[in-house]
């Protein structure tokens, strides 16, 4: 089928129209369509950038989550969800905590996890590696106790203490 | 020869199929606000924080001389020169307020006041992700303990858009894939990397039409997994994808050496012939080249063709002979240097 405007190309984009009970029908092709403005949704498919279809999930976000967050906002530069929505951006390092609720299921979908694993500060280092290593023991210990595995829940319960001491002691 | 870049100037592992890797690391000062709300005089308090520590002294063993720039002290065509040799992003090129710190031979470059205060990255040849990561890490100890980089203990490095928190960090592969996309099979291949948590893209090019069948596969998530696991991931896709690009190529061989060889030629007698070449030609003659070397018709020193692939570039080329250059100028000039690079090359291995 040819674009009805133009008569030359192939109409690929097909609109139908219903106002008011009246419904009208056009074939267009991709330019037509654009120049007359119809389609204003090809602009976001012409163009497809990150920055954007991130602002537009963070807006659905935002549309979801309960109205009471959105006073919320970043003590440290005043940024709230609603400028980072826009923006895609965050205002400073103390927005993550300032809007900690509402980007969690962001985050979540972003990246499947909430939970930094990977290098830290070397100051830090062993301070954080100490708190995962503390984690996955508590984690293995209620496993072993689910497991009835009671040796090795003593084991992992001196091994949680020696950590924990360790760390009271610096 | 060229002063251009390190990744440039060597062929590494994996080489032709792969022709760079990169890792670049995204950091932020604690007490700023990010780029993107900063007021000017918080910005050059950045570029002063990280002067001093980068022309201050105590530079850790291995990491080579380091010179601070800043966007506005450097000419128009100086700035997108860094941006055609892959060291400096378009938008970087852009801010008033940024600057770029350059190691010596140029592996490492530092961006700072783009969407983070602070990104970091190292750019080598071939593939070598856990050198480059090794190197950026190395910067960004420098640079973090005496500045001090925000940290979340839950978070990890905090970033300006949330698609980089945690490691910070984005790893990429530069491919040339000529047998997958003459086989059709890359579309295929760029999807099914999309549900690995990686992410692909045409290079040079607009959509699945890339230019020079040249590809850029990063890692998508940057939060829950250690970089080690995240270029674990990448590496083992990236070996997978040349494996199948090799195991194709050897088909196509098998089925029609003579139009391959035909191809290869004919791209190659252009090259040593023409005399007006754009970018674009230039490009996906080098690309048919380069598929010549990977099929062994072929045999010269295949880095010259990726130093060729950025010296080609306008602006590089207009740096690189001193002059400023019309379209039809740098055309010509562009057909002189691939002449004679390629002639050298040639008669290098007595081809």
């Known amino acids: ?170 | 020869m060229s002063k251009w870049a390190k990744w440039t100037e060597s062929t590494g592992p994996l080489s032709p199929n792969v022709i760079s890797t990169r890792v670049r690391l995204a950091r932020n000062l604690t007490g700023l606000p990010f780029p993107g709300t900063m007021r000017p005089e918080q910005a050059t308090e950045v570029i002063g924080r990280i002067r001093k520590v980068v022309e201050g002294g105590l530079r850790p063993a291995g990491l080579s001389e380091m010179r601070l720039a800043r966007m506005v002290e450097l000419p128009t065509v100086d700035r997108l020169a860094l941006v055609e040799s892959h060291l400096i992003s378009p938008d970087l090129a852009n801010r008033r307020e940024g600057a770029v710190v350059l190691g010596e031979d140029r592996s490492i470059s530092v961006m700072l006041n783009e969407e983070d205060h602070v990104r970091i990255q190292c750019l080598l040849a071939g593939l070598q992700l856990e050198e480059a990561l090794r190197l950026a890490s190395q910067v960004d100890d420098w640079l973090d303990a005496e500045q001090n980089f925000a940290f979340h203990e839950e978070y990890g490095y905090l970033t300006a858009c949330p698609t980089n928190l945690g490691t910070g960090m984005r790893a990429s592969v530069m491919l040339h894939l000529p047998a997958l996309v003459m086989t059709n099979q890359i579309g295929k291949v760029l999807t099914t990397i999309g549900q690995l948590g990686l992410m692909a893209r045409g290079l040079y090019g607009e959509g699945t039409q890339a230019a020079g069948h040249m590809f850029q596969i990063s890692n998508q998530v940057t939060l829950g997994h250690s970089e080690e696991e995240l270029i674990r991931n990448l590496r083992a896709v990236v070996e997978q994808i040349v494996g199948q690009e090799r195991l194709l190529m050897r088909n196509l061989l098998a089925q029609d050496r003579l139009r391959m060889e035909d191809r290869v030629y004919r791209s190659l007698g252009l090259m040593m012939h023409a005399r007006v070449l754009d970018s674009n030609e230039a490009m996906s003659l080098l690309s048919d080249i380069r598929l010549g070397v990977s099929a062994d018709i072929i045999r010269l020193p295949h880095q010259v063709l990726t130093e060729l692939m950025v010296l080609t570039k306008p602006h590089v080329l207009q740096t690189e002979c001193g002059q400023a250059l019309d379209a039809l100028g740098r055309d010509v000039k562009r057909a002189e240097l691939l002449r004679e690079r390629l002639t050298e090359a040639l008669n290098s291995t007595g081809t």
Do not use: W
């Open chain 1, 1 to 170: 089928m040819l674009c009805e405007q133009c008569k030359s190309r192939q109409a690929t984009v097909h609109v139908k129209q219903v106002i008011n009970g009246d419904s009208t029908e056009k074939n267009l092709c991709e330019q037509c369509a654009r120049q007359t403005g119809e389609m204003d949704f090809l602009s976001l498919v012409g163009d497809v950038n990150i920055n954007s279809l991130l602002a537009s999930f963070m807006n659905l976000e935002q549309a979801a989550a309960p109205s009471r967050h959105k006073g919320d906002a970043c003590h440290t530069c005043g940024a709230d969800y609603r400028r980072f929505a826009d923006s895609g951006r965050l205002g400073c390092a103390d927005c993550y905590q300032a809007l900690s609720k509402q980007l969690a299921p962001l985050l979540k979908r972003i990246h499947g996890s909430l939970v930094h694993s990977g290098k830290a500060p070397r100051g830090r280092s062993a301070e954080i590696q100490r708190k995962r290593q503390l984690g996955q023991l508590k984690q293995e210990l209620k496993d072993a106790v689910g497991h009835e595995q009671y040796e090795r829940a003593v084991e992992l319960r001196d091994r949680i203490r020696r950590l924990e001491t360790e760390a009271g002691g610096q």
